[in-house]
């Protein structure tokens, strides 16, 4: 008798030490969960940081999460800046043409929820980044080419123009008398906007928005409306946006390695390094006559640019300033 009340004891003892972490389980779970929706609701620092010295573009975005906007609206109004700049000669309006000097223009862009939209071959529409978000929260679909763009993007009220400005054709025709086709590393001017932003919500989205390569063959799309080409964002991890030969991006699918390397415990500059070494390091690779650079930016709001040839910048805003920054880079022979 005594050894079964021993063990019917024992029992009940077991129970109650059961029961006892049970509810410590559940309490620790609640606090924790209390934890986490404190710290989603904390407001963050905003920041912006965009290819090349596109000073008034990153101002317009910043100018957005200061009043409380989200990182997608940032992004887009950002972009909207240097497409509608007909003296950057790369970007919306005044693009350079191709070959047979019809400018066309290719735009992506990606939320915080990895929703995803772009535009490819466009013509006679100058915002294209506002068309690329209208296919993401408008259609089933994720990416709208040519001239069904162009029917999709005046359907939604954006009118048509011409893009080709003086300027442009002038250079066009000036080209045509050789008709050489060589890779530019562009020095002075640039030839995409990328965008990454953080709200104050601590959501990141990307934008990237260009008219592709000057004088390209018709019909030829480069990396920046591709989703992990051009851009990608992941909003647990952090985004990545490319500027270049779109070509030498897209066979590394640039800016997805780059979210995927600071996944893995990178920082946004190391991934940034790797990626640009996925190229160079190829055997054979001659990358002597092309530039690549990428920018990145993790959830903590650490920021990473890197590119092979030196005269790559890019526009950062944090801590309410706005200042361009010469990127480090590959060959420094």
Not at 88 to 101: E, F, T, Y
Not at 218 to 237: H, K, Q, T, Y
Not at 311 to 332: H, L, P, T, V
């Amino acid at each position: 008798m005594k050894r079964r009340k021993f063990i019917q004891n024992a029992s009940l003892s077991t129970l109650g030490v059961v029961a006892t972490a049970a509810i410590v389980s559940c309490k620790t779970e609640t606090e924790t969960t209390a934890i986490v929706a404190t710290s989603n609701d904390k407001v963050v620092k905003p920041l912006v940081i965009a290819t090349w010295k596109t000073d008034l573009a990153v101002e317009t975005a910043a100018e957005v999460l200061e009043k409380g906007g989200s990182a997608l609206d940032a992004v887009e109004q950002g972009c909207r800046i240097e497409e509608a700049n007909e003296k950057g000669q790369s970007v919306g309006k005044g693009g350079l043409p191709d070959r047979d000097g019809d400018v066309t223009l290719d735009a992506c862009i990606m939320d915080e929820k990895g929703n995803y939209g772009a535009v490819l071959g466009v013509k006679n529409i100058k915002h294209v980044i506002s068309v690329a978000r209208k296919v993401m929260e408008d259609t089933p679909h994720v990416m709208l080419v040519g001239e069904g763009a162009e029917k999709f993007a005046v359907t939604k009220g954006f009118e048509r123009e011409n893009l080709l400005t003086e300027a442009s054709k002038k250079a066009w025709e000036n080209w045509k008398i050789k008709s050489e086709y060589k890779p530019i590393i562009n020095i002075e001017n640039h030839d995409t906007i990328g965008m990454l932003a953080i709200d104050k919500k601590g959501n990141i989205s990307g934008a990237c928005t260009t008219s592709g390569l000057a004088y390209k063959m018709a019909g030829r799309v480069g990396d920046s409306p591709i989703i992990g080409g051009g851009l990608f964002v992941d909003n647990e991890i952090g985004g990545a946006s490319a500027t270049g030969l779109g070509e030498e991006v897209l066979k590394t699918v640039g800016s997805f390695l780059i979210v995927e390397l600071m996944r893995q415990g990178k920082s946004p500059q190391e991934a940034c390094e790797e990626a640009i070494g996925r190229i160079v390091n190829k055997p054979g690779k001659d990358f002597k006559n092309f530039q690549v650079g990428y920018i990145a930016v993790n959830k903590k709001g650490e920021t990473g640019a890197y590119s092979i040839h030196e005269w790559f910048s890019y526009n950062i805003y944090k801590d309410k300033e706005n200042k361009n920054i010469k990127s480090d880079y590959f060959n420094k022979v």
